[in-house]
């Protein structure tokens, strides 16, 4: 779930970055969050495994 989260967030910053360059702060953001997300997902899989 988390990973795929992280695409979205990714191509939704990535769309954004490349349609509404004014917006820059707000689009970061979204990068953060998918990388956030990314990190999330590892640390839930990794633990859920052990």
Do not use: D, P, T
């Not at 779930?1 to 939704?12: E, N, P, Q, S, T």
């Not at 953060?32 to 052990?50: E, K, P």
């Amino acid at each position: 779930m988390f990973l795929i989260l992280a695409l979205v967030l990714v191509l939704a910053w990535l769309g954004g970055f490349v349609m509404f360059h004014v917006a820059g702060f707000f689009i970061h953001i979204l990068l953060i969050l998918a990388v956030i997300s990314v990190i999330m997902h590892f640390v839930r899989g990794a633990a859920s495994r052990a």
